[in-house]
């Protein structure tokens, strides 16, 4: 399984479980707070309402008869009972001691103990407060807090279970349309999305890019059957022209100047050949279609036959190539394509050279993988922007485009692309050098 896609999990796993976690704190919160405050209305209400109703007798009997009502409150009300304070002029605090009384109104005190306290002005510098315990607000808020603190954990745990099912779910879903999209791209042209039929947006997806698969399919397959076709159809004569001027030269009568014309024409046949089984090369090897056919390869043998094969045409061309070649690097990827990547950058190199040109084949292990070199010390490529080079039928100035249709170097680039490699140009003063990576990613 890939990391990223690891990753991916476990951070839609972590926004499940924030998303709750934070929702159900929040929750918290607002209920905390809301009930918090209810209960406190509730208690000033009631202490109000009880020095209100002292107040009454206070007002119609007097100073003494709100000292007999908070005595016979205190009597009568042993336990949980409110607190009755009354502080004359000279401040001396009468019944309950409730410490330094604060302003009028409802206000809290914390000495000595918790209290919710209502404190108004009577005549003559008498002052009345009625309090109540908050020991049951701080009670109820220490539960809730327990709870919500219980719920957060539970909503994390069940958050992190759900989003561990919903992520797994759509991420397998994601990475099945990676895999049938990579699969396609690598040639495997019967590749599809599978449709689970549940309708959902994975289906409609999966159903659409199904559709275009098919057509693309259709399409490559029509790519394929054109060029079958072609290559019938237009090769064929073209070989049978060729051979009734092989036919034509074999002629004693033949004039000299015809004869000369005549193997003009076949050289221009041969080279036209070429130039079209190199086109059809490069639309086989575009399509992806020789990905399915990768397997295994000693990297390191084939460049040392190849270069062992070709010292002997470097020098029919009076070159010399050298090669050094590390040994036991293995790669996977279509060896044949391999075969000729190789062949392509050394003919260019010996076509593109003038005589006694030096050629250096050079393959290397590197800690990203492996390193081809194919190195001249000749008048190099100056000038000369590099991605042109792998355009088609390109071809520089007259010292490096004495043969050839200019498609040798856009085959190894559709073969460096195939394979996932990296092709790199660079003139080395003197000399010109291409150099392909092969990565430990890469699929050669």
Not at 173 to 202: C, H, M, S, Y
């Amino acid at each position: 399984m890939p990391k990223d896609w690891v990753s991916r999990h476990w951070r839609l796993v972590l926004t499940y479980m924030l998303v709750f976690a934070v929702s159900v704190a929040c929750l918290g919160a607002i209920t905390y707070f809301s009930a918090t405050d209810y209960i406190e209305a509730q208690l000033a209400r009631e202490v109000s309402l009880s020095a209100e109703q002292l107040l009454v007798d206070y007002r119609q009997e007097g100073l003494e008869e709100l000292r007999h009502d908070i005595g016979e409150r205190i009597d009568l009300d042993h336990y949980d009972r409110l607190w009755y304070s009354l502080e004359n002029p000279d401040g001396k605090i009468e019944f309950d001691p409730i410490g330094k009384m604060p302003a009028n109104g409802i206000s809290s005190l914390d000495k000595p103990k918790s209290l919710l306290v209502y404190v108004t002005d009577l005549k003559d510098g008498y002052r009345l407060a009625v309090a109540t315990s908050r020991d049951d607000i701080t009670a109820f808020q220490r539960a809730l807090r327990n709870t919500f603190a219980f719920a957060i954990v539970a909503t994390i745990v069940l958050g992190a279970v759900g989003g561990y099912i919903l992520s797994r779910r759509y991420l397998l879903r994601v990475e099945e349309i990676r895999t049938a999209a990579e699969g396609f791209a690598e040639g495997k042209l019967q590749t599809r999305i599978p449709v689970k039929g549940n309708g959902d947006d994975f289906d409609q997806i999966a159903t659409i890019i199904n559709s275009m698969l098919v057509r693309i399919e259709g399409l490559l397959q029509e790519v394929k059957r054109v060029s079958t076709n072609i290559a019938h159809d237009l090769r064929t004569p073209i070989g049978r022209v060729r051979q009734k001027l092989e036919l034509l030269i074999l002629n004693p009568s033949l004039d000299p100047k015809a004869q000369e014309a005549t193997e003009s024409s076949i050289l221009l046949l041969d080279e036209t050949l070429q130039t079209f089984s190199a086109l059809l090369r490069i639309a086989e090897i575009g399509s992806g279609v020789r990905r399915s056919g990768f397997a295994t390869y000693n990297l390191s043998e084939l460049v040392q036959q190849l270069s062992a094969t070709y010292e002997v045409v470097a020098e029919d061309s009076n070159h010399e190539l050298r090669s050094e070649i590390a040994s036991g690097i293995e790669k996977v990827g279509d060896k044949s394509l391999i075969i000729q990547l190789v062949a392509n950058l050394v003919e260019n190199a010996i076509q593109h050279t003038p005589p006694q040109t030096k050629i250096f084949v050079k393959l290397r292990s590197t800690k990203a993988g492996a390193e081809l070199m194919v190195e001249d010390n000749g008048p190099g490529a100056h000038g000369i922007p590099y991605e042109t080079l792998v355009e088609p039928f390109f071809k520089g100035d007259s010292s490096r485009s004495r043969q050839g249709s200019g498609l040798g170097l856009s085959v190894v680039n559709a073969i460096v692309e195939l394979h996932g490699l990296e092709l790199k140009f660079e003139n080395c003063s003197p000399g010109f050098r291409a150099t392909v990576s092969f990565s430990n990613r890469s699929q050669a």
